[in-house]
């Protein structure tokens, strides 16, 4: 089956798949595609002008714990987007992040006969941790986009077709880095999916005391791409401490240094140039499959594109508020010590590649529409 028409199919799962959907959208738009773009997203990727069939919120989910009672939803989920693409046969489709859902999604879509095009932007973490599914990427995608040089590499050494230029927050912080404006100023980052929120709250909340005794003034994140009753949860729970409700980002900005769930926002902090303690918790069953399979000694990505613990990485019993209050402070109040991580945060960020990344995909999108092989050769088996 080859598909007839020139729209995209997208899909995207996390709060920030749902950015990264927008701007290649906008980008496509403005190179002056004229095809439908259509399919799973959230409020960024609607307001991009897309059609939105589904919401994307149907996979804030975290862990074995979430994913577990949700298969039978996931399963209809997955039918229903496949139907609906061999239905309307767009030129291609691009798929972004969540790969526990999207990998079966793509290996469906082949299984029924789909012989269109398949790109993966922001693929998964097989450099890390649950290394077989290559092999999907490899049988399954036509083009991967990965975020950092070090995946790119991986994927071709793995046979995989891939395409790198940068990373697309190198765009979003092309400005000077911001000066502190209130050196007391902690921002406090629980994340943005319901579990997570939720095992991160009680440790930031005893961090937050342990600041205030000490004389900081600790803002709590209420992130924008929340569910309304998840914002509303959280508003009762943290009275009596300070709460941002605009993007995290600006509370970063605005911050001398932060702590939180790891995941886009320490990479965000990382582009700011602002110091981070990144906080870990999952289920009992998440966390095991994690030490089982996971094959890197660092979880954030700043820490491994500098190739030190630059970030406190706190996980699971590690990930209390005084450990946090006292990493900290250990970049607070050592100025030895924050000069070296500020050089080494540099360092990191150059690592991110050149500007341009979602007007590169985008481009890619296109060769791939007309029919033009996306990439010469696939790389070497690993």
Known sequence: MTPAGRGIFFSCGE?????????????????????SLFGMGGPLAAGAGAEIVSDSRALHLMGVTDVLPAIPRLLRLKKNLVDLILSRRPGAVLLIDSPDFHLPLAASLRGSGWRGPIVYAAPPTVWAWRPWRVKNLRRDMDLCLPLFQFEHEYLLRAGVNSAWKGHPLVDEFSAPLPEEADPKRIALLPGSRRSEVFRLLPPLVECASLLKDRGYRPVFSIAPGMPEDLRNRLRNVLMGHETWEGPGRDLLASSAAAAGASGTVAVEAMMLGRFMAVLYRGGFLSWLAWKTLVKTPRISIPNLLAGEELYPELIQG????????????????????????????????????LPGAVDFWAERLEALLSGQTAFPEKGAEA
């Open 15 to 35: 709060v920030s798949g749902d950015g990264y959907a927008a701007a290649v959208l906008d980008a496509l738009r403005r190179r002056g595609f004229a095809g």
């Open 318 to 353: 590690r990930a209390t508020g005084r450990n946090a209050f006292s990493a900290l402070l250990g970049f607070l109040e050592d100025e030895r010590a924050a000069e070296h991580i500020r050089v080494g945060l540099l360092s990191a960020r150059r690592a991110m590649g």
